[in-house]
């Protein structure tokens, strides 16, 4: 609780006004409503019933409130069936924290404890990604709220939804003291309009229970984002108001936007006939049925992919799997589809400068583009997430992964046995184009393999030994690890990759890894990370949340004790201005004293071990830390690394 | 007139070693008319320029940076992104063309640099202080964002030339900040290190090894020079 109460006086005040929702005060509500002198209520708020004892003597003070605002609330969130509300706690939602653990009986939502409002969002952002739906975040509407904005963006650009409940003291009539006034804002959601889908101030329970399912709608329907809504204090503690006609709203059943039939034809129409078609996925497959889908059209087609890993679309080993080999699948294609491709720009255009950049399409002269996206049905202006503008020849605004079965049939009904042919060929090309691929990823995992520190490509192969006949799901981003994990592991299931921040906020990879695998928990999947040094001390206390609420994750450190793309930003730096080299560290690196992550995880009630620098002891102590993780609980290994 | 299905020379990766020998022996002569005709054709000049100058894509090879034994084995496994060159898609004799013509480009003129004798140990030291272990790794082993170095395959000659001017991500170190000795140092602790060991006899490198692929030969003529992550640049780690 970041806002003790420290003025009871003030409290006592406003109980003498408060609303009244006990037999005790029984005033017919008509007539004390009738008598109730104009105050300066926010329009719509339920009016506040002035204390009256039955002797008729106004000063009595009122101590209880039997059905407050706020139980009504939890009967709406129940309706949308959370699992979980990640939250650190915040008087601005005091009413709501309090009715959601007893009177909600802390089920459905389960209150998860967070020592940060950027892990609460962050971990709201990793678990959605998993399950597929979001689940709660609670946030005063002023500081809690600044401390999760980067999360939020986060969330934002990578098109997730996490349902945010921003506390706020609206009526300044109501607020106890100096910390309320600090805490209150008029406009609360207004820090964080740019980057999430919608919100709303409602001033009414009826209002916020229709809100509140309109959020949730807005939030799930793709293109996904988070959503805030504000709960105003006096809404949540004042009681329900007598005769109010508090329903809750009926949650519709949402199809997602499915693309044009002519165009999807047309689309169809334009990979069959390609000689050298190419798929290239970002955030497709939101489920099972989205990698299905991909798998299936892409032999269908015999067509290569190239998967830019916003979510797991492709299979790693498939052989239709040219990843490693973009550039060439890119520069050699007739017609490239972009399936809920972020930036289509830089997938078929290069950059590159040491000063100024310099640019050049990848593609050879006439190739067609094809994008499928959902980003094309919402945007907006300020923050420039929308990425450079790519002209392209066909553009279905819709989600590719609803869109998936459409393509699919369109292209089958369009294949001749001349172009099945063709295909097959095509495809048997690719197949030994991706062993080759393969291959070469091998070839290079050797450079360093015995070397200390531990070379990232030792420290993946370490890890996926002691997995790979687990149902395992690894829910951090590998970019910084050089993708090993990607280039050499056999990923096949949705859930076995989730991206990355999607906004490039760093401190998102910790507690998205934990609310990844706080959704994993009950499928009783192994969850593991590779952790970024540099991220994880944003907000560490996040392994506190993972141990206190049992939440099993093998923890990897990748330990190279700095901030390493800043540090070599800086290098760069220092090098065009040729005012000497040897000082790029300042500012970027963690050491002295180097940080012992083990007893970092062990002072939070994690299993910690490390550093390890000697590649030879790896395996042992992932072996130890996964049987931790069996049983339940989170593991850290700490690893001194190679920076990439 | 023979044909090249692919030889994208594109040697982002130009300070990448070569740990395989060449497939066959390689001659010392090439038909430049012949190689300047396949370095257009095979899609060379598409990342390197006409004149192999370089291009925003992949660095200048006009001269070559190796010799030609290792240009061939080079182009049969590289360290980067660069698409591999199997044997059945263009034979040595056929790279040696190639050879012949980035030779006939720009000559290489004899280089005072490569008189110079590297200490190892000041090398080891000013490949940390310098920043080098940033992106190719604290043994040069390299790392997606740049190669392998460790040991080198190019000549000091070719390793000076690229560093002054690299074509690729990699930051310049003009002679203001690292002189030609402190180079030299450095390559010689480079050289210092042993070829990897093949992956083959890795049994970490071999799990749940993928299927044998079919015969064929890769059919893509282009580069690999494309930064499919440009966005990952920066951020923090």
């Given amino acids: 609780m970041r806002n003790p109460k420290k003025d009871s006086v003030n409290r006592r005040e406003f109980l003498r006004t408060a609303a009244a929702g006990t037999a005790a005060l029984v005033v017919p509500p008509v007539t004390t409503r009738a008598a109730q002198p104009a105050k300066p209520h926010i329009a719509g708020a339920p009016p506040l019933l002035k204390a009256v004892a039955p002797d008729g003597n106004p000063s009595v003070e009122i101590l209880t409130v039997d059905r407050p605002g706020s139980d009504f609330m939890v009967d709406v969130l129940k309706s949308l069936d959370f699992e979980y509300l990640c939250a650190n706690p915040g008087n601005s939602f005091r009413s709501l924290h309090e009715s959601l653990i007893n009177y909600g009986k802390n089920q459905s939502p389960e209150f998860i404890t967070c020592c940060h409002e950027e892990s609460s969002v962050a971990m709201g952002h990793g678990y959605a990604k998993i399950e597929g739906k979001p689940l709660l975040v609670c946030v005063h509407g002023t500081v809690g709220l600044q401390h999760a904005s980067m999360a939020i963006y986060d969330a934002f650009c990578d098109r997730v939804p996490v349902y945010i409940i921003l506390g706020n003291f609206s009526d300044a009539a109501l607020r106890f003291g100096q910390v309320d006034w600090t805490h209150s804002a008029q406009d609360p959601a207004a820090m964080i309009r740019d980057y999430v889908k919608w919100d709303d101030n409602a001033v009414s329970l009826e209002a916020f229970a229709e809100s509140a399912v309109r959020a949730y709608k807005i939030a799930t329907t793709p293109p996904m984002m988070p959503v805030a809504l504000v709960a105003g204090h006096e809404l949540q503690e004042n009681p329900a108001p007598d005769g109010a006609n508090l329903a809750v709203p009926k949650l519709s059943t949402i199809s997602p936007p499915v693309g044009d039939s002519a165009a999807v034809a047309e689309a169809a129409r334009m990979l069959v006939a390609a000689e050298n078609p190419v798929l290239i996925t970002d955030r497709v497959a939101r489920t099972a049925a989205g990698l299905a889908g991909m798998i299936e059209l892409a032999e269908t087609l015999q067509a290569p992919v190239i998967d830019r890993n916003g979510r797991m679309n492709f299979p790693t080993r498939h052989p239709l799997n040219m990843t490693e080999r973009a550039g060439a699948t890119i520069a050699g294609a007739d017609v490239i589809a972009g399936l809920e491709l972020t930036d289509f720009w830089s997938a078929v255009n290069s950059v590159r400068g040491q000063v100024y950049p310099e640019t050049r399409p990848v593609t050879k002269p006439g190739t067609k583009l094809i994008s499928v996206t959902a980003n094309d049905l919402f945007a907006k202006s300020n923050y420039q997430d929308f990425q450079r503008y790519q002209p392209v020849d066909l553009a279905i605004a819709a989600d590719a992964e609803a869109t998936l079965p459409s393509l699919i049939e369109a292209v089958k009904r369009q294949l001749t046995d001349d172009r099945k042919r063709a295909f097959a060929d095509r495809g048997a090309k690719i197949a030994a184009a991706h062993q080759q691929v393969m291959q070469a990823q091998r070839d290079a995992a050797t450079s360093g393999w015995d070397a200390s520190p531990i070379s990232t490509a030792r420290l993946s192969m370490e890890l996926w030994a002691q997995i790979k006949n687990e149902d395992w799901s690894f829910v951090s981003n590998c970019q910084f690890v050089s993708r090993w994990p990607l280039r050499l592991w056999d990923f096949k299931k949705h859930y076995q990759y989730i991206g990355a921040e999607g906004g490039y906020g760093v401190g998102y990879g910790a507690p998205a890894s934990v609310g990844a695998a706080l959704a994993n928990r009950k499928h009783g999947r192994l969850t593991v990370s590779i952790q970024n040094d540099g991220d994880l001390m944003f907000a560490p206390g996040v392994l506190w949340t993972a141990a206190h609420s049992r939440i099993p994750i093998l923890i990897l450190m990748h330990n190279n004790r700095a901030y390493h793309q800043e540090l070599m930003q800086i290098q760069i730096m220092a090098n065009q201005h040729q005012r000497g080299i040897e000082r790029a560290s300042i500012g970027n690196v963690l050491t002295d004293p180097a940080i012992d992550y083990a007893k970092l995880a062990q002072s939070m009630g994690v299993h910690g071990e490390g550093p390890i620098s000697d590649p030879k002891d790896l395996a042992p102590a992932i072996r130890r830390a996964i049987e931790v993780v069996k049983t339940g609980s989170p593991a850290l290994v700490d690893v001194l690394t190679q920076p990439r | ?237």
Avoid: W
């Avoid at chain 2, 040696?96 to 000041?122: C, H, M, Q, R, T």
């Avoid at chain 2, 940033?134 to 043994?139: I, K, L, N, S, T």
């Fill in chain 2, 1 to 237: 007139m023979r044909q090249l299905k692919l030889l994208a020379l594109a040697f982002a990766v130009v300070l990448g070693c070569h740990c395989v020998e060449a497939q066959a022996p390689a001659k010392t002569s090439g038909d430049i008319d012949n190689g300047k005709h396949l370095f257009a054709s095979a899609g060379c000049a598409t990342c390197h320029g006409a004149k192999a100058e370089g291009t925003n894509l992949a660095p200048a090879i006009a001269p070559p940076p190796v010799d030609l034994p290792g240009l061939i084995a080079y182009a049969r496994k590289p360290t980067g992104k660069m698409p591999p060159v199997p044997i059945g898609t263009a034979d040595d004799q056929q790279i040696g063309d190639i050879y012949a013509f980035l030779k006939s480009i720009a000559p290489a003129s004899s280089s005072a640099v490569e008189s110079l004798k590297g200490d190892p140990e000041n090398g080891k030291k000013l490949f940390a202080a310098y920043g080098c272990y940033e992106c190719h790794g604290r043994q040069g082993a390299g790392a997606a964002i740049a190669p392998r170095v460790g040991p080198p395959a190019l000549s000091l000659a070719g390793v000076v030339r690229y560093v002054r001017a690299p074509t690729g991500q990699m930051p310049p170190y003009t002679a203001k900040v690292v002189s030609d000795q402190d180079l030299a140092d450095i390559y010689a602790y480079l050289k210092s290190f042993p070829a990897p060991q093949p992956a083959s006899t890795i049994p970490l490198l071999n799990q749940q090894r993928a299927p044998r692929p079919a015969e064929s030969s890769f059919f893509f003529a282009c580069s690999e020079l494309v930064p499919q992550y440009s966005g990952s640049v920066r951020r923090r780690a």
